[in-house]
């Protein structure tokens, strides 16, 4: 009995048909990172772990829908790249049944994640951005590998940028310029960057990040 009712704790129920909290689903170009200009159907999930003052994203405005409207949803786009955003993806329940029925559909999965909680084994890549607002967090956990890592530059990120470069191996280091008073930093965020690529014992090398679809008047 004491076996059944642990092995009964650590599995997850999942219901044949699971709402999702979906803020919106729609179908444009990645504006940031590595895969900047790639095609791809962007299924934003409500809800998030942390509160970064300068989030531009109304993650608590959604509404619930069914595996079979997401799917009904998807139908409409051509794109055959899906980008889980949010919100953070991590939190949503359930989240590996949706994973595992686009990938029965033939999507590839990229996710984008702050990366505090672990990613699903069915993503295919790996975007995540640590918070230095909330650097203790990282320091207790995060997860140890992405294809990239994007750093917003909201302030004197250079200790947080070294500490990530060692708890999180990737391909790809980015930062990333904030707003901050009604305009981008970006003259401090390469002036960072420059100041990270010339340690002379610099393990990665950085590069700059920016929000291009926004530039380009898209979503």
């Not at 709402?19 to 990172?33: C, D, M, N």
């Not at 990239?148 to 990530?164: Q, S, T, Y």
Request: aromatic share 8%; charged share 20%; proline share 5%.
């Amino acid at each position: 009995m004491q076996i059944l009712a642990a092995s009964a704790a650590i599995t997850e129920i999942r219901p044949e048909n699971p709402e999702y909290r979906i803020v919106e689903i729609f179908e444009s170009l990645q504006g940031e990172g590595y895969n900047t200009g790639m095609p791809a159907v962007f299924i934003r999930l409500g809800k998030c772990n942390l509160a970064c003052a300068w989030c531009d994203t109304d993650y608590l405005t959604f509404k619930s829908m069914s595996l079979q409207d997401i799917h009904a949803c998807l139908k409409n786009y051509t794109a055959r790249n899906i980008i889980i955003t949010g919100g953070e993806p991590t939190i949503q329940p359930h989240l590996e049944t949706l994973l595992d029925s686009l990938k029965a559909a033939g999507y590839k999965l990229c996710i984008e994640t702050n990366g505090l909680n672990p990613v699903p084994p069915q993503i295919d890549y790996i975007a995540t951005s640590p918070k230095a607002c909330y650097a203790e967090k990282y320091h207790k956990q995060c997860i140890d590998e992405a294809d990239e890592v994007r750093i917003v530059a909201d302030g004197d990120v250079l200790a947080f940028c070294a500490a990530m470069e060692r708890k999180i191996r990737a391909r790809h280091y980015y930062l990333s310029p904030c707003e901050q008073n009604g305009e981008m930093n970006i003259y401090d965020t390469i002036r960072q960057i420059g100041l990270l690529n010339s340690r002379s014992d610099a393990p990665v090398h950085w590069q700059l990040s920016v929000q291009t679809h926004k530039w380009a008047g898209i979503e």
